[in-house]
């Protein structure tokens, strides 16, 4: 009996073991993978901003510009169990969607300024949409700050666009105007009111440092898709957000 007991109180140590020790593997793994896909979506940032910059999205360009991003990023890549190569190909699904947002909504990307351009949906249903097109990518990462209301942060983008109305033939002799562009590169391609109200903010600030500036975008963006949204707050409604 003693030696009965005995090991039945060893196999019952042995399975809590090895629970806790599926618990801490499924625990690891699970942050592995949350650390994996939030790297991949700040390298997908960097390649979006440095195109951007060069106003140059074709697939050479992109895939020098991958491999940097990769040298960048490689201790993190590393630490998740990615290769680099892994992590080179995986952002490489990426640049079809940036070559479509380059000719769809940029008049450097292949578009042009004139005629019809794609529109941009409101973020919200009283919000019209409009026809929307980038001249010139300004600042990526800027600084932008409201001393006045104790507001700090920093836009993916600042772009000089035309936007002119779902019904306008052209938008050749459209006003230019600064618009913000905040890139968001989750699967989910949802519009949070989280999301809203941090690009407000923004455009407040932005309003604030460069005058007149009264929109600001909402790029869903990742390998499958992507969604713009507008982004236009009254002076009111940002006010409740402070």
């Known amino acids: 009996m003693y030696k009965t007991g005995c090991h039945q109180e060893s196999t019952r140590i042995v399975r809590h073991e090895l629970y806790v020790v599926n618990i801490v593997a499924e625990q690891f793994f699970s942050r592995v993978l949350s650390a994996k896909a939030a790297l991949f ?5 960097g390649l979006f901003e440095e195109t951007m910059r060069a106003q140059d999205f074709s697939v050479s360009t992109a895939s020098k510009l991958v491999r940097k991003i990769v040298e960048q990023n490689v ?9 680099s190569r892994e992590a080179e190909l995986e952002i490489l699904k990426f640049v079809p969607q940036l070559q479509r947002f380059a000719h769809e909504y940029t008049g450097f990307g292949g578009g042009g300024t004139k005629g019809r351009r794609a529109l941009v949906e409101g973020a919200v249903p009283c919000l019209p949409a409009l026809q929307f097109v980038a001249t010139s990518a300004e600042a990526i990462e ?38 913000g562009i905040e890139l968001k590169t989750g699967h989910k391609q949802e519009t949070h009111t989280s999301h809203m109200a941090q690009l407000a903010l923004y455009v407040l600030m932005m309003r604030t440092r460069y005058g ?21 707050p009254l002076l009111n409604e940002v006010k409740t957000l402070i």
């Open 142 to 179: 800027e600084p932008i700050a409201s001393p006045e209301l104790g507001l700090y942060g920093k836009i993916d983008m600042l772009v000089t666009a035309k936007m002119a109305s779902a019904d306008a033939q052209s938008l050749a002799f459209a006003a230019e105007t600064m618009v």
């Open 212 to 232: 007149k500036s009264d929109n600001g975008i909402l790029l869903y963006m990742n390998n499958e898709n992507i969604q713009a949204k507008r982004v236009a």
């Open 75 to 83: 201790e993190n890549i590393l630490a998740c169990g990615v290769s």
């Open 41 to 45: 979506g700040i390298m997908r940032h």
